[in-house]
C-alpha cells in the first residue's frame, strides 16, 4: 500500500524556518518524481518544489527560490523541504505528492502526481 505521511508543520514567527518531512512507503524514491505543494485557504494549490529521482533535477517555484530547499535521503525513504526566511504568505496546508517515472513532466501542476500525503498545516505569524 502506497503512503506519504507529512511531518515537521507549525507555528513559526516571520524570518524563521521549518523542516518538513515526508516518509514514502510501499515504493521506493527510485523513478518517481516527488513534489511539494501547497494549499492556502480560499486559493488552489500550487507547486512548491520537486525532485526527479532518475535525473537528480530540482525544481523550485519562484515564489520560494533562494528560501526553500528540497533533499532526499534514500536510506530513510523520505524527502525533506527545508524552508527558511518565511513569510505570511508561505500560511498554507503543505502536501507532498508521488508520481511514477516518465510522468511528473511538469513538476508544479498537481495533476500530474497520483499518490498524495494528508498535508501538515505551515503558520507563518507573529
Known amino acids: 500500500q502506497v503512503q506519504l505521511v507529512e511531518s515537521g508543520g507549525g507555528l513559526v514567527q516571520p524570518g524563521g524556518s521549518l523542516r518538513l518531512s515526508c516518509a514514502a512507503s510501499g515504493f521506493t524514491l527510485d523513478y518517481h518524481v516527488i513534489g511539494w505543494f501547497r494549499q492556502a485557504p480560499g486559493k488552489e494549490r500550487e507547486g512548491v518544489s520537486s525532485?526527479?529521482?532518475?535525473?537528480?533535477?530540482?525544481w523550485y517555484a519562484d515564489s520560494v527560490q533562494g528560501r526553500f530547499t528540497m533533499s532526499r535521503d534514500n536510506a530513510k525513504n523520505t524527502v525533506y523541504l527545508r524552508m527558511n526566511n518565511l513569510k505570511p504568505e508561505d500560511t498554507a496546508v503543505y502536501y507532498c505528492a508521488a508520481v511514477q517515472i516518465p510522468g511528473g513532466l511538469a513538476p508544479g501542476d498537481p495533476n500530474e502526481y497520483t499518490y498524495w500525503g494528508q498535508g501538515t498545516q505551515v503558520t507563518v505569524s507573529s
Open positions: 525532485i526527479n529521482s532518475a535525473f537528480g533535477h530540482i
